[in-house]
């Protein structure tokens, strides 16, 4: 049966994704269009390109992490380099490893451009910084005078994966020699389910939504004790605010929720136990949905 799926963004917690598509499949389920945002991104962009779950899983276990983690070369020693590409660059790591390795899976199956895959089947997004606003690719790039046709979806997935001050930005060049500052999508809409699940508006298929945290109302409360603290509440406030009105609203039924406690976005580290966990997660939640699921 054909469905249209959204995946939520979430780093490296984006492993228990793979385990819910992989139960999806096992289920029947197949996806007919995808859109996600950061790590949701990725795996829309995977499926987009025909990967099945097991070949995902198989190219995320050989894969190394840190590979990921370009930091730019420099004389300067290592600590205080770091803050300074921070302040100049405005991230840790430059993401263009990040970047070729999508590139190079997506080319894998002759996906290049968006011209490559069938209309409206693939949808990502980021958020514009320079001009305060959400943009989804891509719908949005005649906006910055650019043909969709032409435009990477590889690059399309590393601007949405772009998150504040741990990668780069992308800078995206617009009408006028202007310059955008592209950053993770998460900032604004981190669950877009909303592009295929509007209110009032009959579904062309079932659409699910593969979310990695808990319920609305089973979330639990923020800590905040200090300015550390009080940060990250700032950023999980602002990232996941707008989506979770529009979920208390819809259809909560139609949502896959994972939470994944314990786990940060940026452990590039996390050991091969903690990967396998994450995808074990991932199945069981989905199973659990699935079993009850009414479309």
């Known amino acids: 049966m054909e469905i249209d799926g959204v995946f939520s963004g979430g780093g490296i917690k984006g492993f228990a994704l793979i385990g819910a598509y992989e139960e999806i499949e096992k289920q029947g389920f197949r996806f007919k269009r995808v859109a996600g945002t950061s790590a949701g991104s990725l795996i829309a962009a995977l499926i987009a390109a025909d990967y099945s779950s097991e070949e995902i899983t198989r190219m995320m276990d050989e894969l190394d992490l840190k590979k990921f983690l370009d930091s730019r070369k420099t004389f300067i020693p290592l600590a205080v380099a770091k803050w300074l590409f921070l302040y100049w660059s405005l991230g840790l790591y430059k993401g263009n490893e990040l970047e070729k390795w999508i590139e190079d899976k997506l080319a894998a199956r002759g996906i290049r451009t968006f011209a490559d895959i069938p209309p409206q089947s693939l949808r990502i997004v980021a958020s514009d910084l320079t001009n305060g606003r959400l943009v989804i690719l891509p719908d949005d790039l ?29 800078k995206l060049h617009g009408p006028g020699h202007t310059t955008s500052i592209i950053v993770d999508g998460g900032v604004l809409s981190n669950f877009p389910m909303w592009l295929f699940d509007k209110e009032n508006v009959k579904k062309t298929r079932p659409v699910i939504g593969v979310k990695l945290s808990h319920k609305i109302n089973e979330r639990p409360s923020m800590k905040i004790k200090n300015a550390i603290q009080m940060f990250e509440a700032l950023f999980e406030t602002m990232k996941d605010a707008h989506d979770a009105r529009y979920i208390s609203r819809s259809h909560e039924q139609n949502i896959i929720f994972i939470p994944t406690d314990g786990v940060l976005a940026t452990e590039f580290e996390l050991s091969p136990q903690g990967k396998t966990d994450l995808l074990s997660l991932g199945r069981e939640c989905a199973n659990e949905f699935l079993s009850k699921w009414t479309y």
Do not use: H, W
Request: hydrophobic letters at 40%.
């Open 142 to 170: 005649p906006n910055y005078q650019i043909d969709p046709g032409t435009f990477s979806v590889a690059k399309a997935v590393r601007m949405s994966c772009s998150l504040p001050y741990f990668f780069e930005p992308v």
